[in-house]
């Protein structure tokens, strides 16, 4: 009878907990969303100065040009862009020098009065003009005037 005991105990197995139907392992989709993550910020471009076109604005607010250092863009030789004063005179089209002259023409009319303290820059550019060369003279006036609160993007109408 023993041998007849030991022989059965050697066939019984137990089985296997098998895992319920509605549960997953998730961890190759986390896998694959950190692969995918890790792709597109390698591969996208994060570069603030590329080309692109100014939106046109549905509405805007209404800024008087006598309350602002005015300056215009329009868009010149070579993928370079002309920026003017207010009498039309040109700054000069080397960069370096060019943002000096910003700066200075800025200040002055800023602190120049007549009647009333000018608060604003208004950058007023042509729609044909790429959002880079609107971008670096914004980006001048704000690294030289830190205290300056706001400026004004004007796109000229077609």
Known sequence: MTQHLSDQDDSIHLPRHKRAEDEMDITPMIDITFLLLIF???ASKMDPTQTGTI???DNGLAVSADDSAVLFLEPGPEDK???TR???TPFSMDEEVQAAEI???VDTE???TVGRQ???VMLMGDADLSVMH???VQRIIGDAFEDLDVTYIAVKEQ
Do not use: C
């Open 81 to 83: 862009a002309i920026v």
């Open 118 to 120: 000018k608060t604003h």
């Open 55 to 57: 939106p046109s604005a």
């Open 103 to 105: 700066v200075e023409y």
């Open 110 to 112: 800023l602190n120049r």
């Open 134 to 136: 609107v971008t670096r």
């Open 40 to 42: 597109f910020v390698v």
């Open 86 to 88: 207010l009498d039309g």
